[in-house]
């Protein structure tokens, strides 16, 4: 079975950036679309970043210009460059393929906490 594992989330002041970075076991990574989900308390997890097998990415607009994700198919992960991050980016951010009818066991997400 395939699993994900987030990693590099942490506390940032206002403006300040972060590089999530996400694991997936699996010989077939490279052919999923991969995409970067984010769950704030109370809110339902939103999709945040999208990145194609083909390299296309798209994103939410209330990240656009300021996040990036991409991918090292060698290496079975896929990153979340995040700059001028704002208070309202602080969540759970996850992993997973998309879209929805592909995922996998979500994993245990990592926290970004945006505070001055």
């Known amino acids: 079975q395939v699993h994900v594992v987030e990693s590099g989330g942490g506390l940032v002041q206002p403006g300040g950036s972060l590089r999530l970075s996400c694991a997936a076991s699996?010989?077939?990574?490279?052919?999923?679309?991969m995409g970067w989900y984010r769950q704030a308390p109370g809110n339902q997890r939103e999709l945040v970043a999208t990145?194609?097998?083909?390299?296309?990415?798209n994103y939410a607009d209330s990240v656009k210009g300021r996040f990036t994700i991409s991918r090292d198919n060698a290496k079975n992960t896929v990153y979340l460059q995040m700059n001028s991050l704002k208070p309202e980016d602080t969540a759970v951010y996850y992993c997973?393929?998309?879209?929805?009818?592909?995922?996998?066991?979500w994993g245990q997400g990592t926290q970004v906490t945006v505070s001055s």
């Open positions: 997973n393929r998309y879209p929805p009818w592909n995922w996998v066991p």
């Open positions: 699996g010989s077939t990574f490279s052919i999923y679309a």
């Open positions: 990145l194609t097998s083909g390299g296309t990415s």
